[in-house]
């Protein structure tokens, strides 16, 4: 039976896992729906392509992680054997994957810091006053969605980076615990981490093609050398978002290498089965008790 904890991590990862498949399929409706409009081989299609296919993995990813994180078959060879806890064989190698754990949260965020300093310097940008307030004047909130679509790509890094260290932060103690639900949840935040991996890699492809693009822009017209040297900076603080991915993508893969274990091991198999239920000795039955307090007699004897 799951403890309260094992409850609440299986709650969360249904919880991301939908949020995962809706967003592909809304990002799919729009990809699809700018694609449609589209024509020529330029970069805004480049980009529409680029979405259309995040939208796709996030799709595919969220659905898989939203069916194994609700199905309550056994699936797994952990789930299928059951084992007392008393032969419970030592973590062994888990204690590999254990540090990993601890250690690639860490890492990440110390090989991130210009990563999120550039957040930290946008979030203050944003929260500049009457900012949203002259957005919003005379309709002209339109201007804030080249703003949206330029924070999207950063974005799934920064939802990469969070959920790299939730995963940490809820698995770690399923492992220590040798919890039977380890195994799954561990294939449901790989699934998960893979989506967003992916679409980090690709939302860098289509940041690179729009800053290019600016760039030949800026390069291009008449305005004056001020505003292009601004407009320069702003364009090379953004190239963040593409040297931010081999990072994400590395830490992505480790943690896919353990997958045949997880599945094949047989270490995993038995540190993670179902727990036995403990034999209860039944006490002994009234013939029982008769038989070895007066146990029969031999033949021929008379006493």
Same mark, same amino acid.
């Given at each position: 039976?799951?403890?309260?904890? $094992?409850?609440?991590?299986?709650?969360?990862? *249904?919880?991301?896992?939908?949020?995962?498949?809706?967003?592909?399929?809304?990002?799919?409706?729009?990809? +699809?729906?700018?694609?449609?409009?589209?024509?020529?081989?330029?970069?805004?299609?480049?980009?529409?392509?680029?979405?259309?296919?995040? +939208?796709?993995?996030?799709?595919?990813? +969220?659905?898989?992680?939203?069916?194994?994180? !609700?199905?309550?078959?056994?699936?797994?060879? #952990?789930?299928?054997?059951?084992?007392?806890?008393? %032969?419970?064989?030592?973590?062994?190698?888990? =204690? =590999?994957?254990?540090?990993?754990?601890?250690?690639?949260?860490?890492?990440?965020?110390?090989?991130?810091?210009?990563?999120?300093? $550039?957040?930290?310097?946008?979030?203050?940008?944003?929260?500049?006053?009457?900012?949203?307030?002259?957005?919003?004047? #005379? =309709?002209?909130?339109?201007?804030?969605?080249?703003?949206?679509?330029?924070? @999207?790509?950063?974005?799934?890094?920064? /939802? =990469?980076?969070? +959920?790299?260290?939730?995963?940490?932060?809820?698995?770690?103690?399923?492992?220590?615990? *040798?919890?039977?639900?380890?195994?799954?949840?561990?294939?449901?935040?790989?699934?998960?981490?893979?989506?967003?991996?992916?679409?980090?890699?690709?939302?860098? $492809?289509?940041?690179?093609?729009?800053?290019?693009?600016?760039? !030949?822009?800026? #390069?291009?017209?008449?305005? #004056?050398? !001020? $505003?292009?040297?601004?407009?320069? !900076?702003?364009?090379?603080?953004?190239?963040?978002?593409?040297?931010?991915?081999?990072?994400?993508?590395?830490?992505?893969?480790?943690?896919?290498?353990?997958?045949? /274990?997880?599945?094949?091991?047989?270490?995993? *198999?038995? @540190?993670?089965? %179902?727990?036995?239920?403990?034999?209860?000795?039944?006490?002994?039955?009234?013939?029982?008790?008769?038989?070895?307090?007066?146990?029969?007699?031999?033949?021929?004897?008379?006493?």
């Amino acid at each position: 039976m799951d403890t309260m904890p $094992e409850r609440l991590i299986a709650w969360l990862l *249904r919880s991301a896992s939908r949020a995962v498949l809706f967003a592909g399929f809304a990002m799919l409706v729009a990809g +699809g729906a700018t694609f449609g409009m589209l024509s020529g081989d330029g970069v805004p299609h480049a980009i529409a392509v680029i979405l259309l296919q995040i +939208g796709a993995d996030f799709a595919l990813t +969220g659905a898989a992680a939203t069916w194994l994180s !609700q199905s309550r078959a056994a699936l797994l060879p #952990n789930e299928l054997a059951t084992v007392a806890d008393s %032969q419970r064989p030592p973590l062994g190698w888990l =204690m =590999m994957l254990a540090a990993i754990l601890v250690a690639a949260p860490v890492w990440l965020v110390f090989t991130l810091q210009p990563f999120l300093a $550039e957040w930290r310097y946008v979030l203050g940008l944003l929260e500049t006053p009457g900012l949203w307030d002259n957005a919003n004047a #005379n =309709m002209s909130g339109v201007v804030v969605i080249p703003l949206a679509a330029a924070l @999207t790509p950063p974005f799934f890094e920064l /939802a =990469m980076l969070v +959920g790299v260290a939730v995963t940490s932060a809820t698995l770690l103690p399923l492992l220590m615990a *040798r919890s039977p639900r380890f195994p799954r949840f561990y294939l449901v935040c790989v699934m998960l981490l893979s989506g967003l991996a992916f679409a980090s890699m690709r939302g860098a $492809e289509a940041a690179t093609l729009a800053s290019d693009a600016l760039r !030949q822009l800026v #390069n291009s017209t008449s305005a #004056n050398a !001020q $505003e292009a040297a601004i407009l320069r !900076q702003a364009l090379e603080r953004y190239a963040i978002v593409g040297s931010t991915v081999p990072p994400l993508l590395l830490t992505g893969f480790i943690y896919v290498l353990f997958v045949p /274990a997880i599945v094949t091991s047989t270490r995993v *198999r038995l @540190t993670f089965a %179902q727990r036995q239920p403990p034999s209860v000795s039944t006490p002994a039955a009234a013939s029982d008790v008769a038989a070895i307090t007066n146990p029969p007699r031999f033949p021929g004897v008379g006493f």
